[in-house]
């Protein structure tokens, strides 16, 4: 799209690469992407769908600003294509990795609905992944063993956010009028710091903490189901006066220290080659 054009597709498209320096409104289309994606201007998404569908090659998405879209999805039906996302990427709507590695080196992600990873989809790099918007939100990934996607925040306006499968993520924090559901049976692996500022229900969930090094947990009178300890080296403690674990709580490795009050739980305690400090 020139400088200076206007490009508004009244039906779905397909294209290789699409790069805008003019304006473009892609409305409620679907937009199929096979290469790469430059935004250089002014891109309405309405209520889009983009595609990207390469199925083997590097491809990226850049351009002067933010990489805007409303619902966005990386691999269509198989491949191992890698993109490259130099920028923060807003998805107003629904975010899917299905296929291939969405390589966001450090850049910041934010989803207003909901964010998916395939069987045969793979985050890399280290960056915030914001839950924002409003609403209730799912969070689920399909992938063997899964993603890491970064420094995970639930902030929007009153959002609500519900894990469906098991999730990973660096650190967890949960924004002052938001809430996190760990869901049914599900394990929420967390590498770092788990900061609630206003809710987490467990329901069946299981937390299980990973760090090497040093973490803090504050739970904000929020309660655990599943509470576990599994990094070596890790070093965690607990910020508030009370704890309350539900079902178990297990150390396989690393030390705990305990809350200065009381810590509660409601099933087995097991420590196994940890220390706990209380």
Avoid: C
Avoid at 16 to 33: K, S
Avoid at 174 to 189: H, M, Q
Avoid at 224 to 253: K, P, Q
């Amino acid at each position: 799209v020139l400088a200076g054009a206007s490009y508004a597709p009244g039906a779905n498209t397909v294209t290789h690469d699409f790069e805008n320096n003019g304006t473009t409104t892609l409305a409620t289309t679907t937009m199929r992407v096979s290469g790469s994606w430059v935004n250089n201007a002014t891109t309405t998404v309405g209520t889009s769908l983009v595609l990207f569908t390469a199925t083997s090659t590097t491809e990226s998405l850049s351009g002067s600003s933010t990489l805007n879209f409303y619902n966005v999805t990386f691999g269509e039906s198989s491949g191992s294509a890698t993109w490259n996302i130099p920028k923060t990427l807003d998805a107003d709507g629904t975010l899917t990795v299905d296929y291939g590695t969405f390589a966001r080196a450090t850049s910041s992600v934010n989803i207003g609905d909901d964010f998916s990873i395939g069987a045969g989809g793979l985050f890399s790099g280290l960056g915030t992944t914001t839950f924002d918007g409003s609403g209730i939100s799912n969070w689920t990934d399909a992938s063997a063993t899964s993603t890491d996607i970064g420094y995970v925040v639930v902030d929007g306006t009153s959002k609500t956010v519900t894990v469906g499968s098991n999730v990973r993520a660096k650190t967890i924090y949960i924004g002052a009028d938001d809430i996190l559901r760990g869901g049914t049976l599900n394990t929420l692996y967390v590498g770092g710091d788990f900061t609630n500022t206003n809710s987490f229900v467990a329901d069946s969930s299981n937390v299980t903490l990973t760090s090497t090094s040093s973490a803090v947990i504050t739970a904000n009178s929020s309660s655990f189901y599943d509470l576990s300890f599994t990094g070596v080296g890790g070093n965690w403690s607990f910020i508030d006066a009370n704890t309350t674990v539900s079902n178990d709580f297990t150390i396989a490795t690393g030390t705990v220290t305990l809350s200065t009050g009381t810590t509660t739980i409601g099933g087995s305690f097991t420590n196994a080659t940890g220390t706990f400090v209380h």
